[in-house]
């Protein structure tokens, strides 16, 4: 097959941090490209509306589908602007491979719940829609989470350590006799995030900033890394669910400046996953690190001091975009779908078997 007949697919991502939609347009024989990518941030509304479902609200289930349309028709506008980037007709285009808008992670219940009304996308796009990517592995026990190992094992290499800093951060393990393991290690940027929004009125630590300006205190480092989440065996997966306002408020953050919270944050974020690194990946080569927490070099430097000798760099430098990994990761699991291939590792979710995942809406 050359590569011009290859099947196209857009894959799209909005995350736990809720900064917007990335999409990807991306083949992937005779092996993985990415031809066009394009970001459309989060109107605030809907961002507001998406924080209050992650958390229990009367009538959740009405909100829950308005937002679910609203998002379709944010997602219609990254697939337009992603095309218009690539100068190709829809017609291109086999499907859209969308993880949607996750507002609860349930494992621990038998369920995950991603939205975003794949059937309004279908009929916005014309195009076939292939969603509720994590489902299928959580009906088979396992984690649902995370989705991206089985694509990252093939961009990388035996000894790569590939952490994704996004809400939450999650690590691949690609193990030097070829195995794989990959669970959440913690917060990402969510915790950043709030307390960068709670005292500065912005979304987001730019570069790390502010919290290069604070102090870590040691105490509260301490005593937050001590807290039972941290010392949890793979498989694990976490979110919003247990990352939050509510989680910040057992602490006494207000003992202390709001600038060396953030410093104590960052300190926290990094060392979650130093720990992760320790525990799990024996005589690993290289620490690759994709999604926004890769622009925060506060933390970039944390986790360099904390891998010590081990180099800790962007996937970018190894000639991989990390803003757009996520994208291009489940853009690869709808071609997986289409070829009814198992998308899921057990070794990483934990599921009783492979399984082929998500469910199609036809155009
Ligand atoms: N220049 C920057 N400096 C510091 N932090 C940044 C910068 N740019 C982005 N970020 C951080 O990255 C976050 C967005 O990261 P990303 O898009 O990878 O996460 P996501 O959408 O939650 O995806 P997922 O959780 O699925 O991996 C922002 O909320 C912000 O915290
Ligand atoms: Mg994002």
């Known amino acids: 097959m050359s590569d011009t007949d290859a099947p196209l697919l857009i894959g799209l991502m909005s995350g736990t941090s809720l900064d917007g939609v990335d999409a990807v347009l991306a083949r992937f024989e005779p092996q993985p490209a990415m031809l066009a990518s394009a970001f459309v941030p989060m109107p605030e509304d809907l961002k507001q509306a998406l924080l209050v479902l992650n958390q229990a609200q009367p009538d959740e289930l009405h909100a829950c589908q308005l937002a679910a349309n ?3 028709q944010l997602y219609a506008q990254a697939v337009r602007q992603v095309l218009h980037q690539a100068g190709l007709p829809v017609s291109q285009v086999r499907a859209i491979a969308n993880h949607g808008q996750t507002i609860r992670h349930r494992p621990d219940r038998g369920y995950t719940v991603q939205i975003g009304n794949h059937a309004l996308l279908a009929e916005l796009t014309g195009l076939p829609v292939i969603g509720d990517f994590r489902s299928r592995d959580v009906a088979a026990g396992g984690q649902g989470a995370p989705l991206v190992p089985a694509f990252h094992k093939g961009l990388f290499q035996p000894g790569d350590g590939v952490v994704n800093i996004g809400g939450i951060s999650n690590l691949s393990w690609l193990a030097h006799d070829g195995s794989v393991l990959g669970f959440d290690c913690g917060p990402g940027n969510v915790l950043l995030d709030h307390w960068c929004q709670r005292h500065l009125g912005q979304p987001f630590d730019a570069g790390g900033a502010w ?83 890769a622009r925060n070099a506060c933390l970039m430097a ?62």
């Open 70 to 72: 609203q998002l379709a």
């Open 302 to 363: 944390a986790l360099q001091r904390g891998m010590g000798a081990v180099p800790v760099m962007r996937t970018d430098q190894v000639g991989v975009p990390g803003d757009w990994l996520e994208a291009f990761a489940f853009a690869w699991l709808g071609w997986r779908y289409l070829q009814d291939l198992p998308g899921n590792l057990p070794s990483v979710t934990g599921a009783r078997g492979e399984r082929i995942l998500g469910c199609y809406y036809p155009a």
């Open 211 to 293: 919290a290069a300006q604070g102090q870590v205190q040691p105490a509260l480092l301490q005593a937050m890394l001590s807290s039972p989440i941290f010392q949890l065996a793979p498989p694990k997966s976490t979110g919003r669910d247990d990352f939050n306002p509510d989680w910040l408020s057992r602490w006494p953050l207000a003992d202390h400046a709001p600038v060396d919270v953030q410093a104590t944050l960052c300190a926290l974020t990094a060392q979650a996953i130093v720990q992760d690194v320790q525990r799990h990946c024996p005589n690993i080569k290289r620490v690759l690190v994709c999604g926004g927490g």
